[in-house]
T-cell receptor, first 115, second 116 residues
Framework: KNQVEQSPQSLIILEGKNCTLQ??????????LRWYKQDTGRGPVSLTI?????NTKSNGRYTATLDADTKQSSLHITASQLSDSASYIC??????????????FGTGTRLTIIP | EAGVAQSPRYKIIEKRQSVAFWCNPI?????LYWYQQILGQGPKLLIQ????????DSQLPKDRFSAERLKGVDSTLKIQPAKLEDSAVYLC??????????????FGEGSWLTVV
């Protein structure tokens, strides 16, 4: 069964500090891995998309890594800001038997930045 | 570029009543998704459309949920009759990719449903 597990479930850090969120998956066959940011009461917003051949991708202060061999990904946030407080969802894409893309969502990491 | 539009944003209904949600995807996006997100959980796919055809509705509770995408553009999701456990955010999303691909999936702001 395809699964995506994220850790930690929640995290509280001081403004200006760095943090790293983890994502482990068992999705096969693998197509790509996405990180989304979801503010409270809003829809998810895409941060990064990585395919099998990419092992790192940055979007401003967000850097995602992918190790397709160990099926692990991380999202590193540098110099955190209060606006980074949100849930971060790892989404892994695979294919069904008909070649349709299928997304498996993690339950997210709830990040809180305190001043 | 306009985003994915959803309405209503909030709805409170009594159990056994019906409710309908509307979604207008980004112009030109062939793929449309409806997700259910229960508080504290990740989104769960209810149904995926490719143009006006259904690609995947395996997790749609068909005894009470229905969805349609007439003319391959707007879509509606209906719940009838609603149960308490249907309280969730219903997210609509769209993508320009067809079948295999790595297109960005854009989400709407969601329709928040509370069943009392």
């Amino acid at each position: 069964k395809n699964q995506v597990e994220q850790s930690p479930q929640s995290l509280i850090i001081l403004e200006g500090k760095n943090c790293t969120l983890q994502c482990n998956y068992t999705v096969s066959p693998f197509s790509n891995l996405r990180w989304y940011k979801q503010d409270t009461g809003r829809g998810p917003v895409s941060l990064t998309i990585m395919t099998f051949s990419e092992n790192t991708k940055s979007n401003g202060r967000y850097t995602a890594t992918l190790d397709a061999d160990t099926k692990q990904s991380s999202l590193h946030i540098t110099a955190s800001q209060l606006s980074d407080s949100a849930s971060y969802i790892c989404v892994v894409s695979g294919f069904d038997n008909f070649g349709n893309e299928k997304l498996t969502f993690g339950t997210g990491t709830r990040l809180t930045i305190i001043p | 570029e306009a985003g994915v539009a959803q309405s209503p944003r909030y709805k409170i209904i009594e159990k056994r009543q019906s409710v309908a949600f509307w979604c207008n995807p980004i112009s030109g996006h062939a793929t449309l998704y409806w997700y259910q997100q229960i508080l504290g959980q990740g989104p769960k796919l209810l149904i995926q459309f490719q143009n006006n055809g259904v690609v995947d509705d395996s997790q749609l509770p068909k005894d009470r949920f229905s969805a349609e995408r007439l003319k391959g553009v707007d879509s509606t999701l209906k719940i009838q009759p609603a149960k308490l456990e249907d309280s969730a955010v219903y997210l609509c999303a769209s993508s320009s990719q067809r079948g295999q691909g790595i297109g960005t999936i854009y989400f709407g702001e969601g329709s928040w449903l509370t069943v009392v």
